[in-house]
């Protein structure tokens, strides 16, 4: 009986996953980089409708993808560097700590850079698919 939760705790759902890292990686860096990749999401839909169409806004919308997904990876390394800075400051208080316990910080700490990447690499896929677009149309 006991194996079987155990085999159940396990098999978490990707959304659960997803969620369970973006609180441990801390809401205030985690939480702006979701909205943004929401913006970059909302942002792709937009271009996909304004190629149809063939909008004059288009090149403003893949600006903004590319600002959107610099700034994304930028406050992800922010969000690093702050909570390396932390741990050092914690370390330095306890003085002796178990490498599990430096580990797990460092983890932490990793979370947010790469959440950034990852909506940075997706904007940046979105804009260079556009601009390829943009230039085949043409």
Do not use: C, H
Request: net charge neutral; charged share 10%.
């Amino acid at each position: 009986m006991i194996s079987l939760f155990l085999l159940q705790a396990e098999n978490r759902s990707f959304f659960t996953t997803f969620f369970a890292r973006l609180q441990e990686g801390g809401m205030f860096f985690m939480f702006p980089i979701l909205l943004m990749l929401l913006l970059v999401l909302f942002l792709i839909v937009r271009g996909l409708i304004s190629l149809r169409n063939e909008q004059k806004g288009f090149q403003k919308n893949i600006q903004l993808l590319n600002s959107i997904g610099l700034l994304t990876l930028v406050w992800g390394m922010l969000g690093q560097l702050i909570g390396i800075v932390g741990m050092f400051d914690q370390l330095e208080e306890i003085g002796n700590i178990s490498t599990p316990i430096f580990a797990g910080g460092l983890k932490v700490s990793a979370l947010p850079p790469i959440f950034g990447f990852l909506v940075f690499i997706i904007s940046r896929v979105a804009s260079i698919i556009f601009t390829w677009i943009a230039k085949e149309s043409e």
